[in-house]
């Protein structure tokens, strides 16, 4: 069973850094994706950022390329989002997940299959 647990949200003024984790278990396959999602209050779940495991390539919404950053500690199994420059419409709870993909990942919500509980990420204006 996969397991994915996120940590590092917390609250930082406009223009501030944070960091959040994604510790994984539970999956042997290297075709698999991993990425973050947030949802805003009111708002629908949107995808932020993934990353192929097998080669590492990197995808990003939009209003976040040039601010944050999706890597991976393959060696500890650890996905990490660094979020520089960070604005108050990042406001929103982040989500980890993950799931099989077999060439390449995207960003659409129903394709991942596990789920963290999320961590809230509050930027101040």
């Known amino acids: 069973q996969v397991q994915v647990v996120e940590s590092g949200g917390g609250s930082v003024q406009a223009g501030g850094s944070l960091r959040l984790s994604c510790a994984a278990s539970g999956y042997r396959q290297s075709s698999f994706c991993m990425g973050w999602f947030r949802q805003a209050p009111g708002k629908a779940r949107d995808g932020v950022a993934a990353?192929?495991?097998?080669?590492?390539?990197?995808y990003y919404a939009d209003s976040v390329k040039g601010r944050f950053t999706i890597s991976q500690d393959s060696a500890n199994n650890t996905l990490y989002l660094q979020m520089n420059s960070l604005k108050p419409e990042d406001t929103a709870m982040y989500y980890c997940?993950?799931?099989?993909?077999?060439?390449?990942?995207?960003?659409?919500?129903?394709?991942?299959?596990?789920w963290g509980q999320g961590t809230q990420v509050t930027v101040s204006s």
């Open positions: 997940a993950a799931n099989r993909f077999a060439l390449s990942c995207n960003l659409q919500v129903y394709e991942y299959r596990y």
């Open positions: 990353i192929y495991i097998r080669d590492g390539s990197t």
